[in-house]
């Protein structure tokens, strides 16, 4: 079994049947992949992230589980759901490739995570993502109140020394 590596795709032309045989429901099921759009010019790289982003949309499939799918574009994040950086040099490390063996605890654990990503694949991921969000809201709006808990009770402490 092989360690989740980045795949990296070039895409040189935006042409509706190169993307189609370059997007696969199952393109980021075994190791994150990287498409590379910096060989577009701006414009259409824009169009092709739109279409990237529809392709998973209109299938149900998520473009962040179980391996996310970076976009390398010159466009700024906010234009899309999808992790984009500048640069590959952006691209977070822990995919990266590394120089030595797998031992056998790691061998293990690549092939229980090979059994996970079975089970996040069969899944709902516009659920599982409205889940996720709702989650995170619900803990920053606690982490903001026990910000303002403990701005008080530095306040109290304060008022306390005074007397």
């Known amino acids: 079994m092989?360690?989740?590596i980045y795949q990296s795709l070039i895409i040189k032309d935006l042409h509706i049947e190169d993307l189609a045989g370059i997007l696969d429901l199952q393109m980021n099921t075994k190791h994150p992949v990287v498409l590379n759009l910096g060989q577009l010019e701006f414009d259409q790289q824009r169009?092709?992230?739109?279409?990237i982003e529809n392709f998973f949309t209109t299938n149900n499939v998520s473009f962040l589980f179980p391996y996310p799918i970076y976009l390398i574009t010159d466009h700024e994040s906010s234009i899309?759901?999808?992790p984009t950086v500048k640069t590959t040099s952006q691209l977070p490390r822990f995919f990266m490739q590394?120089?030595?063996r797998i031992n056998i605890k790691e061998t293990h654990l690549l092939k229980k995570n090979s059994l996970l990503h079975q089970e996040i694949r069969n899944t709902d991921t516009i659920q599982i993502k409205e889940f996720i969000d709702d989650y995170g809201s619900i803990h920053n709006s606690i982490h903001k109140k026990e910000k303002e808990r403990l701005f008080?009770?530095?306040i109290l402490k304060k008022l306390?020394?005074?007397?």
């Open 98 to 100: 590394k120089d030595s």
């Open 2 to 4: 092989a360690l989740p």
């Open 80 to 82: 899309t759901k999808m």
């Open 160 to 163: 306390m020394k005074a007397k």
């Open 152 to 154: 008080y009770s530095s």
């Open 47 to 51: 169009e092709a992230i739109g279409l």
